[in-house]
């Protein structure tokens, strides 16, 4: 439990409450804590294309679905790509409100701890064939910067490509 008094430390770069410079050389902006021990400069992100990216952030979607396995175990960002998901042309859950602004493209907009990767689950977002399950997921500000494809970490000093023009199926979005 951290206290007042307690000074984070990262576990991989070693970057404190009172100094991340070398996380401001690396990445061109101060870093925040993603998990008690791990500042964002150095987590692995996962990209996600939307509307799945905002449902995992916003705390609703508790799987997400690949079509490769994954060992990975623990804290991660969640970027979302550049283009919506084609499949999903409407808003499918009634029981979650649609989001109050247009959802964000080309960065992080989140972080997660991936608990588990199953090929089997009740969870009504499991489409498989493997599903990474998501637990303790959040939002964060969001902080532009490109994808690649599987677990990656962040360059935030490339500039992402601005995100093409949405259809006009996902006016709902925005």
Request: glycine share 8%; with cysteine.
């Amino acid at each position: 439990m951290l206290t007042c008094d307690t000074v984070r430390t990262c576990r991989k770069c070693g970057c404190t409450d009172s100094d991340c410079t070398g996380c401001v050389k690396r990445t061109g902006q101060p870093c925040n804590w993603v998990a008690a021990d791990l500042c964002s400069a150095c987590m692995s992100a996962l990209s996600i294309m939307q509307p799945w990216a905002w449902l995992i952030a916003a705390g609703h979607k508790d799987v997400e679905n690949r079509t490769w396995a994954t060992k990975f175990r623990g804290p991660v960002l969640i970027h979302t790509g550049l283009k919506h998901d084609p499949d999903v042309t409407d808003w499918e859950w009634p029981d979650i409100p649609r989001p109050a602004v247009a959802l964000d493209h080309g960065g992080i907009i989140g972080a997660a701890e991936i608990v588990d990767c199953v090929t089997a689950s009740t969870s009504r977002w499991f489409g498989g064939p493997f599903g990474f399950v998501i637990r303790n997921a959040h939002p964060l500000p969001f902080r532009a910067c490109r994808g690649q494809r599987g677990f990656f970490v962040p360059d935030y000093n490339v500039a992402p490509r601005p995100p093409p023009a949405p259809p006009a199926q996902w006016d709902l979005f925005a």
